[in-house]
């Protein structure tokens, strides 16, 4: 049974930084992994993504040059740095993975795994 777990939400200032991280204990990772964010009244939104091999990431134009994903396939850890942090990414954050290789990688369906989500408020 494969459990994501993420931690490091919390309250920040804006202008502040955050580091998210996912534990996937079971995770073979040999597919993609995510972060999706959700907000009251909203569906979930990919953020960024990372495809198996680790050298190719997606980012939302919403927080690209601001966000950086990277997994660490050793310690089966997913993690999600954030800088410059700004009230609008308040939001439910959550991780996924994918069970094999996808191409879809923006796509919620194509995920197998999700985590029981992590809160970030800006502030």
């Known amino acids: 049974h494969v459990q994501l777990v993420e931690s490091g939400g919390d309250s920040v200032r804006a202008g502040g930084s955050l580091r998210l991280s996912c534990a996937a204990p079971?995770?073979?990772?040999?597919?993609?992994m995510a972060w999706f964010r959700q907000t009251p009244g909203n569906g979930r939104e990919a953020v960024a993504a990372?495809?198996?091999?680790?050298?190719?990431?997606y980012y939302a134009v919403s927080v690209k040059g601001r966000f950086t994903i990277s997994r660490d396939n050793a310690k089966n850890t997913l993690y999600l740095r954030m800088n410059s942090l700004k009230p609008d990414d308040t939001a439910m954050y959550y991780c996924?993975?994918?069970?094999?290789?996808?191409?879809?990688?923006?796509?919620?369906?194509?995920?197998?795994?999700w985590g029981q989500g992590t809160q970030v408020t800006v502030s």
């Open positions: 996924a993975a994918t069970l094999f290789q996808s191409w879809l990688v923006w796509s919620p369906s194509e995920y197998n795994y």
């Open positions: 079971g995770y073979r990772y040999t597919g993609e």
């Open positions: 990372i495809r198996s091999g680790g050298s190719t990431t």
